[in-house]
């Protein structure tokens, strides 16, 4: 079964460092999402991406954050400056239609946590 | 999205059903109930979702009453393995939308040998 894949699976940083996550979405998928989850919270919408564009963004998502698709099968997500408070799982994840093409889902990938110090 | 209400925690017993009540009584006639869950900080996992009428898929069962103010997800069979938080998630859905999944607390359920 296609899965979305994300690397690293932990990533470190210091406080002010640029970091990039990156994400494989599953091939024949066309929209793109960023989620992140602070230890012990909610799962946190940050931004969706379609057509090369980005097409929401939530108010965390801010001139720190961006994303590209740099090659028709990476999808990144870059945070320019990072503090403290952006540590965080990060989840990427995709949709497309169903194979009945009845419906769409979002596959999600098994996160990257990011820890700020 | 409507906003939706779900209990902090239930536990059921191995080979039991399951059913995760959620509230969502300002639900809009456009508006698709979705459940998903998450088991030990994993990724969220598609379960179900449905309009107005009674949804099986090979993991689950969604009830959604007449005036679709509240649903219940069912697990029939409930294992060790069903361990996780379930969210449900009001939207406008379908095969037609890609917007974003607003996730709230949702019900961190128990299966207990």
């Known amino acids: 079964e296609p899965e979305v894949t994300q690397t690293p699976s932990h990533q470190v940083t210091q406080m002010g460092q640029e970091v990039i996550l990156r994400c494989v979405p599953i091939s024949n998928h066309l929209y793109f999402y960023w989620y992140r989850q602070i230890l012990g919270q909610k799962v946190e919408f940050l931004v969706s991406f379609y057509n090369n564009e980005i097409s929401e963004k939530s108010e965390i998502f801010d001139d720190q954050f961006s994303v590209e698709r740099p090659d028709g099968s990476n999808f990144t997500l870059k945070i320019r400056s990072t503090k403290l408070e952006d540590s965080a799982m990060y989840f990427c994840a995709s949709a497309g239609l169903s194979p009945s093409r009845s419906y769409n889902e979002q596959f999600f990938g098994p996160g990257t946590r990011l820890t700020v110090l | 999205d409507a906003k939706t209400t779900q209990p902090t925690s239930m536990d059921c017993a191995e080979g039991r059903a399951a059913n995760l009540p959620c509230n969502h009584s300002t639900i809009s006639g456009n508006e698709y109930v979705y459940w998903y869950r998450q088991i030990h900080s994993q990724g969220p996992q598609y379960i179900i979702h449905?309009?107005?009428n009674n949804e099986t898929n090979e993991m689950a069962s969604l009830i959604i009453t007449e005036d679709r103010k509240s649903s219940t997800l069912i697990l029939p069979h409930a294992t060790l393995r069903d361990t996780a938080v379930y969210y449900c998630?009001?939207?406008?859905?379908?095969?037609?939308?890609?917007?974003?999944?607003?996730f709230g607390q949702g019900t961190i359920l128990t299966v207990h040998p």
């Open positions: 449905g309009l107005k």
């Open positions: 998630i009001v939207r406008v859905g379908g095969g037609t939308s890609y917007g974003k999944l607003t």
